[in-house]
């Protein structure tokens, strides 16, 4: 069975500084993987996936992720976080009928 | 504009009641789920369904149901078999039903049983 691992339950930043959340997956096959984020109270929102190809993927929000492979892994990065980035963060991995097995999340907290 | 909504957006209940949360969608998706979320937890799945007039249990399907009798529409009914209902819940939709899809969610309905 699939499972999705986020290490850190919470990490602090501070405004400007770059931003690195981390993912794990295991998955028996090529996974289909996939970025959310979820502001307090509301419904989650796509910000990357990876099917093939490229590595290196570009979302939105200028957030970007790198799949490697070798370390089973799916990290998401940011250059520079603003302060709108402070919310909840979900790395999931796709699984048949288009279900999606999710991690724990992991919180962002901005400091200005 | 095309999306899910969720309603109501609060919503109270006393114990032994049962409780129906609604959800619509008109992005002409396929497939529809429901997620149950508690906090420092990620999203679990309760139901979905791939086709109208089908669905299928996820992980934490016991003191739920279910229906889908029109494509747009997947309403989860808690029951009062759920022992521990107060939780954040999703609806979420996606195209096909593929590996691949991405999932679209609704804005959540928050359900506290007092």
């Known amino acids: 069975a699939q499972s999705v691992t986020q290490p850190d339950i919470h990490i602090t930043v501070s405004e400007g500084a770059s931003l690195e959340l981390r993912c794990n997956y295991s998955?028996?096959?090529?996974?289909?993987l996939f970025w959310y984020v979820q502001s307090p109270g509301q419904g989650l929102q796509l910000l990357l996936k990876?099917?093939?190809?490229?590595?290196l993927v570009q979302g939105i929000k200028g957030f970007e992720a790198e799949f490697k492979r070798s370390q089973s892994s799916f990290n998401l990065r940011k250059p520079s976080v603003h302060w709108s980035d402070a919310a909840e963060y979900f790395c999931?991995?796709?699984?048949?009928?288009?279900?999606?097995?999710f991690g724990d999340g992991t919180t962002l907290t901005v400091k200005p | 504009d095309g999306g899910i909504t969720q309603s109501p957006k609060y919503l109270f209940r006393k114990e032994g009641q049962n409780v129906t949360l609604s959800c619509e969608q008109n992005?002409?998706?396929?497939?529809m789920y429901w997620y149950r979320q508690d906090p420092g937890q990620g999203l679990r799945l309760i139901y979905y369904?791939?086709?109208?007039?089908?669905?299928q249990k996820g992980d934490i399907a016991e003191g739920y149901s279910v229906s889908r009798e029109k494509k747009e529409s997947f309403p989860l009914t808690v029951t009062s078999a759920q022992k521990n209902p107060t939780a954040f819940y999703l609806c979420?939709?996606?195209?096909?039903?593929?590996?691949?899809?991405?999932?679209?969610f609704g804005p959540g309905t928050r359900l506290t049983v007092l």
């Open positions: 990876y099917f093939s190809g490229d590595t």
């Open positions: 999931a991995v796709g699984a048949r009928a288009g279900k999606s097995t």
């Open positions: 369904s791939q086709i109208v007039n089908d669905f």
């Open positions: 998955y028996g096959a090529t996974p289909y």
């Open positions: 992005l002409n998706h396929d497939a």
């Open positions: 979420a939709s996606t195209f096909r039903g593929g590996q691949n899809n991405e999932q679209f």
